[in-house]
């Protein structure tokens, strides 16, 4: 198989996980018993990590719109991407129930299909660890951004024990080929996140502990197969 050849096969078994997942993965985003605070709580993570509205802002791996939803909320003009189509089903379902919200299309996380300068900002949670050719993928992200703009990612070290050790079930299609592309998917440490940034040429790289939703998870439980984790916001500035 050509290098070609293997990542786009990579990428489909990717795809076709999220795709099975995306309702349960929706109906957990959405329990009423937390959404109200939920959205809170993320809507003062995304206000503090972002200047104020309205930029021009593109979520990639925007899954089912969650962030894509709350940015939205705060008054920017929201672009969310993603190659998974059940999960664009769920956020084309979100996007259309409020005034301007957010444009959902399908689009590579790694090479995004706009014209240099697009944005002002490009975000992202819960896709580093799932994303393949990371550094290839911010560098693009960079290329994107207006001067001054601002990459700002939520992520987690979910799996330090790798894959094999996790309790979510990603044997069907995160096989052995899959993992060799995902190279932060067993990271240990959030500080190999924060060197991807900085080595895209972002300046100022922080990490910043999400102890607001840190909190929340200990009220309320964490998703099914997972561990209570700190999240962190990483970001930088061209």
Same mark, same amino acid.
């Given at each position: 198989?050509?290098?070609?050849?293997?990542?786009? #096969?990579?990428?489909?078994?990717?795809?076709? %996980?999220? &795709?099975?997942?995306?309702?349960? %993965?929706?109906?957990?985003?959405?329990?009423?018993?937390? +959404? /109200?605070?939920?959205?809170?709580?993320?809507?003062?993570?995304? /206000?503090?990590?972002?200047?104020?509205?309205?930029?021009?802002?593109?979520?990639?791996? &925007?899954?089912?719109?969650?962030?894509?939803?709350?940015?939205? !909320?705060? !008054?920017?003009?929201? =672009?969310?991407?993603?190659?998974?189509?059940?999960? +664009?089903?769920?956020?084309?379902?979100?996007?259309? =129930?409020?005034? !301007?919200?957010?444009?959902?299309?399908?689009?590579?996380?790694?090479?995004?299909?706009?014209?240099?300068?697009?944005?002002?900002?490009?975000?992202?949670? %819960?896709?580093?660890?799932?994303?393949?050719?990371?550094? =290839?993928?911010?560098?693009?992200?960079?290329?994107?951004?207006?001067?001054?703009? &601002?990459?700002?990612?939520?992520?987690?070290?979910?799996?330090?024990?790798? +894959?094999?050790?996790? *309790?979510?079930?990603?044997? #069907?299609?995160?096989?052995s080929q899959v993992r060799a592309a995902l190279p932060l998917a067993a990271a240990t440490s959030i500080d190999q =996140?924060? *060197?991807? +940034?900085?080595?895209?040429?972002?300046?100022?790289?922080?990490? &910043?502990?999400?102890?607001s939703i840190f909190e929340l998870d200990r009220r309320f439980g964490v998703a099914p197969n997972h561990e209570h984790?700190?999240? %962190?916001?990483?970001?930088?500035?061209?």
């Open positions: 198989m050509s290098e070609r050849n293997r990542t786009a #096969d990579t990428q489909e078994r990717i795809n076709t %996980y999220w &795709t099975e997942r995306a309702p349960g %993965y929706d109906e957990y985003q959405q329990r009423p018993d937390r +959404l /109200a605070e939920d959205t809170r709580a993320w809507s003062q993570v995304w /206000a503090q990590a972002l200047p104020p509205a309205p930029l021009e802002v593109l979520d990639v791996g &925007t899954g089912t719109g969650q962030v894509a939803m709350v940015l939205a !909320g705060l !008054g920017h003009r929201v =672009t969310g991407i993603d190659l998974a189509e059940g999960m +664009l089903a769920q956020a084309r379902r979100h996007a259309a =129930t409020v005034p !301007g919200g957010p444009v959902i299309r399908p689009g590579d996380a790694v090479h995004p299909d706009f014209p240099p300068a697009s944005f002002d900002a490009v975000v992202s949670r %819960y896709l580093m660890w799932t994303l393949r050719e990371p550094e =290839t993928a911010v560098a693009n992200w960079v290329r994107l951004l207006r001067p001054g703009g &601002t990459v700002a990612v939520v992520d987690s070290t979910w799996f330090p024990d790798g +894959l094999d050790n996790a *309790s979510e079930n990603f044997a #069907d299609h995160y096989d =996140t924060v *060197s991807v +940034l900085e080595r895209a040429g972002l300046t100022g790289v922080t990490a &910043t502990p999400l102890t984790r700190m999240q %962190y916001l990483i970001s930088g500035r061209v």
